[in-house]
C-alpha cells in the first residue's frame, strides 16, 4: 500500500520569508509524487511532480520539491513567501506505470503574514 | 490550459431526495473521469473511477448503487446521489484525464459543497 504524510496541517509564515511544507511517503516501489495546491472555490492546481527522472524538481510558481530516498521524504520549498500563495496544499502519491489512482494527504494550509 | 468544471457549485437538499452533479471537461475530451470525495479537514477520497461508455470502478467501501456514475459522453461524467442523507454531506471533487494520454495529469474541477438536511 502507498500513503503520505504531511507533517504540518498549517504553516504560517511572514511575505517575503521561505516556505517548508513537509510530505513523508510510504511505498514499497518508486512512486510518482505530485504536490497540488488549491485556492478557495478553484479546482486543483498541479505543482509540480517526480517520476523517477530528477530528484530535485522545479514547478510552477517558483515552488521546487526535492525527492530523497533515502528520508522517503518529498518536502515542497519556495525561498519566497508572496500573498498569492496561501492556500492548501496536498502531497500526493501514484503507483508508477500507469496506475492512475491518486492517494491525498491530508493537506497543510499555508498562511503569509503581511 | 485544460478546464474542468462542476456544477452546481453547492447544493441543499432535504434528506431522502437524490442530488445529481456535473463533472465537464471544457477544451479536451476526458475518456476517465474520477470522482472523490472530501471532508472537512481532511484529504480527498478517490469514490470511484468512470470510464466513457461503461460501467464505473467504485472503491471500496463505495455503495455503487447509492452513488450512480454515468460517463455518457467524452466531455461529461455525472455523479448522483440517491436518497441523500446527512452522512452523504461532503465536498465532492471530480477530475478528467485527456483521452490518448495514460498516467498524466489529472485536471481537477471545483468542487460541489452538498448539504443534505
Known amino acids: 500500500a502507498q500513503s503520505v504524510t504531511q507533517l504540518d496541517s498549517h504553516v504560517s509564515v511572514s511575505e517575503g520569508t521561505p516556505v517548508l511544507l513537509r510530505c513523508n511517503y510510504s511505498s514499497s516501489y518508486s512512486p510518482s509524487l505530485f504536490w497540488y495546491v488549491q485556492h478557495p472555490n478553484k479546482g486543483l492546481q498541479l505543482l509540480l511532480k517526480?517520476?523517477?527522472?530528477?530528484?530535485l524538481v522545479k514547478g510552477i510558481n517558483g515552488f521546487e520539491a526535492e525527492f530523497k530516498k533515502s528520508e522517503t521524504s518529498f518536502h515542497l520549498t519556495k525561498p519566497s513567501a508572496h500573498m498569492s500563495d496561501a492556500a492548501e496544499y496536498f502531497c500526493v502519491v501514484r503507483k508508477p506505470r500507469g496506475n492512475e489512482k491518486l492517494t491525498f494527504g491530508t493537506g497543510t494550509r499555508l498562511t503569509i503574514i503581511p | 490550459g485544460a478546464v474542468v468544471s462542476q456544477h452546481p457549485s453547492w447544493v441543499i437538499c432535504k434528506s431522502g431526495t437524490s442530488v445529481k452533479i456535473e463533472c465537464r471537461s471544457l477544451d479536451f475530451q476526458a475518456t476517465t473521469m474520477f470522482w472523490y470525495r472530501q471532508f472537512p479537514k481532511q484529504s480527498l477520497m478517490l469514490m470511484a473511477t468512470s470510464n466513457e461508455g461503461s460501467k464505473a470502478t467504485y472503491e471500496q467501501g463505495v455503495e455503487k448503487d447509492k452513488f450512480l456514475i454515468n460517463h455518457a459522453s467524452l466531455t461529461l461524467s455525472t455523479l448522483t446521489v440517491t436518497s441523500a442523507h446527512p452522512e452523504d454531506s461532503s465536498f465532492y471533487i471530480c477530475?478528467?484525464?485527456?483521452?490518448?494520454?495514460?498516467?498524466?495529469?489529472?485536471?481537477f474541477g471545483p468542487g460541489t459543497r452538498l448539504t443534505v438536511l
Open positions: 477530475s478528467a484525464r485527456e483521452s490518448g494520454t495514460s498516467g498524466n495529469e489529472q485536471f
Open positions: 517526480y517520476t523517477s527522472a530528477a530528484t
